[in-house]
């Protein structure tokens, strides 16, 4: 799928997402506007709101309600990213410095804390309150997440249905919240915002799984970060986990948990390349989509039904 067909009926409005955004950047101060115009600069394909837009196209398809919500649900997503820099001490994210690395720590989690609060305004602009209490519901269920991995950080006494909670917590939350804050703002049956939720959050289980074999099997220049960075970081998914199933007495993994050496990571990356532990983690992922395309099923046969399928696809393909 191309850029310019990936979101089908709701690509052009996107652009108002765009310009909401950028609204967030003019502030009376400038150091302020800098640092959130480096945070919001390095976008990516602003899947997310483009699932907000599509979910109301199930019902009334007001974008005075609409464009707002995808605003917020890109800047909490975004604010999230910046706060992880932070903790990982990243220096590049997406091929750029990070706020962190650019300006410095402390100051980067205030920025973190701005876009939140600047997120929770925009969603309070939809007039729910069904939608903002599924808003700070999120933001607790994504926090849990992240505590989660980062109290476990260099800890090998992790399993897959851990590291399936985790990302259910820290990634999946936020596309299922997409999927069904755009159902409630457009006012689609209940039975279908539940089917949009459960598409949203198999498609953020797919996207995250793809995400971590990529840290592995990736090109660090479409990455725009270091290969092996989770790991680098003590965060153990899906690829690692299945490696140290293969290896339980003797693997790079354990060993670079116990010695901190980087070359151990570098072997690691190796060993994944090599085998076929990719392709068992990307069959994990097509399970997945095959369960969002499922979830679908209820909905009318129109162009954002096959759009949200198209964007399985391109999940499960993607390489950066």
């Known amino acids: 799928m191309t850029t310019i067909s990936l979101y089908g009926p709701v690509q052009a409005d996107l652009a108002l997402v765009e310009e909401t955004l950028a609204a967030v950047c003019r502030v009376d101060h400038e150091p302020l506007a800098r640092m959130l115009e480096l945070a919001l600069s390095g976008a990516g394909k602003r899947i997310r709101p483009a699932l907000v837009l599509l979910a109301g196209t199930f019902g009334h398809y007001r974008l005075d309600l609409l464009v707002p919500l995808a605003a917020s649900v890109e800047l909490l997503h975004t604010?999230?990213?910046?706060?992880?820099?932070?903790?990982?001490?990243?220096?590049?994210?997406?091929?750029?410095?990070?706020?962190?690395?650019?300006?410095?720590?402390?100051i980067a989690?205030?920025?973190?804390?701005?876009?939140?609060?600047?997120?929770?305004?925009?969603?309070?602009?939809?007039?729910?309150?069904e939608v903002?209490?599924?808003?700070?519901?999120?933001?607790?269920?994504?926090a849990k997440g992240e505590i989660g991995q980062d109290v476990r950080a260099y800890d090998v006494r992790q399993d897959v249905q851990e590291y399936l909670g985790?990302?259910?917590?820290?990634?999946?939350?936020?596309?299922?919240?997409?999927c069904r804050g755009g159902a409630i703002v457009a006012q689609v049956p209940e039975p279908w915002a539940r089917s949009l939720w459960d598409y949203g959050h198999h498609l953020g289980m797919a996207f995250q799984i793809v995400d971590d074999i990529l840290d592995f099997t990736g090109d660090e220049a479409e990455l725009g970060k270091p290969?092996?960075?989770?790991?680098?970081?003590?965060?153990?998914?899906?690829?690692?986990?299945?490696?140290m199933q293969r290896f339980p007495s003797d693997n790079p993994v354990q060993r670079y948990f116990q010695e901190r050496r980087p070359e151990l990571v570098a072997e690691a990356v190796a060993i994944i390349r090599a085998s076929d532990i990719p392709e068992e983690c990307h069959d994990m992922a097509r399970r997945f989509g095959e369960a969002a395309k499922a979830a679908l099923t209820p909905l009318p046969a129109t162009t954002a039904r096959?759009?949200?399928?198209?964007?399985?696809?391109?999940?499960?393909?993607?390489?950066?």
Do not use: W
């Open 79 to 106: 604010a999230t990213l910046v706060h992880d820099d932070v903790i990982d001490n990243a220096e590049m994210r997406r091929g750029r410095p990070t706020v962190n690395k650019a300006f410095q720590n402390s």
């Open 166 to 178: 985790r990302i259910a917590g820290k990634t999946a939350s936020l596309f299922a919240t997409a």
């Open 227 to 243: 290969v092996g960075s989770d790991l680098l970081q003590g965060t153990l998914t899906l690829p690692s986990l299945l490696l």
């Open 109 to 129: 989690v205030m920025v973190g804390d701005y876009m939140f609060a600047h997120a929770a305004e925009l969603v309070t602009r939809t007039g729910s309150l």
């Open 306 to 320: 096959r759009t949200l399928e198209g964007l399985v696809e391109y999940v499960l393909q993607r390489r950066s």
């Open 132 to 142: 903002v209490k599924l808003f700070a519901q999120t933001l607790m269920v994504m």
